[in-house]
């Protein structure tokens, strides 16, 4: 009996050291929890993806919770490879607050072969391939190649083409002009597409001026069908023709 009696107030000990234990881990889960929930995440330099796609893609929805875990799945896990992403750098700021700096691809233009957008550098190097057509990169239409690879030059019929094209995506960007499409003809002459209006820029050695002037028309055309010609703009309004696209 006197056994008995000594062994009941060892297993109480037990008992209360075990519960001690479990009320230090809750106690700390719940800090963590609360003291490190993740309240706001912001990201800077994104142009190709919402914030909201851009986060969705490098953190999982525990992660996107909690300060620590979202910092703890980057440094395990690594960077994640997301297309038309050079690379980005995660900081915490503060106990609830991400701060995430992207560093997107410069993709100045794409092309389209056998259902497939590839885009290309401001050096003709083609970095992406998707089936999907990013908007804010023009497709460009009128280039001539043998063929097209991968992380390979692009190897088209005039190098100053791409010049070209470095400059007036440049501008349009600049501009903020909703650009389709950029073509040449067989005589090297521009034609933008934006929206329901057709655009002749003609062949120059600078597009400032006349992009500049589209970017002062869109407004006052907004919703309309036309055939814009700026090809001799020069600074003049009778340079400037436009007429309705026949249906």
């Not at 690594?78 to 700021?93: E, F, L, R």
């Not at 497939?116 to 550098?121: A, P, R, T």
């Not at 389709?180 to 050695?205: C, D, H, M, P, Y």
Request: glycine share 6%.
């Amino acid at each position: 009996m006197k056994e008995r009696r000594k062994k009941i107030p060892g297993v109480i000990k037990i008992y209360i050291r075990i519960m001690a234990v479990l009320f230090v881990i809750a106690l700390s889960a719940l800090i963590f929890i609360n003291g490190y929930r993740l309240e706001e995440i912001s990201v800077e330099g994104l142009s190709y993806y919402t914030e909201e796609e851009f986060i969705s893609k490098i953190a999982g929805n525990a992660a996107r919770k909690n300060t620590i875990l979202f910092r703890l799945q980057d440094s395990f896990e690594g960077k994640k490879t997301i297309p038309y992403i050079q690379s980005y750098d995660i900081t915490a700021k503060g106990k609830n607050t991400i701060h995430i700096q992207v560093y997107e691809k410069i993709l100045v233009g794409c092309v389209k072969v056998m259902g497939q957008y590839l885009y290309f550098d401001k050096d003709g190097y083609v970095t992406e391939s998707s089936s999907e057509w990013l908007s804010t990169v023009p497709l460009v239409k009128g280039l001539e190649f043998d063929r097209i690879l991968l992380y390979e030059k692009l190897e088209i019929q005039k190098d100053e083409l791409y010049t070209i094209i470095l400059n007036i995506t440049k501008l349009v960007r600049e501009y903020a002009i909703p650009v389709q499409t950029i073509s040449f003809n067989s005589r090297g002459e521009v034609e933008l597409e934006v929206g329901a209006l057709t655009v002749a820029l003609g062949k120059r050695a600078a597009y400032d001026m006349p992009i500049q002037k589209l970017a002062d028309i869109l407004p006052t055309v907004e919703g309309r069908k036309l055939l814009i010609d700026l090809s001799r703009y020069n600074g003049g309004s009778e340079d400037i023709i436009a007429k309705p696209k026949e249906e």
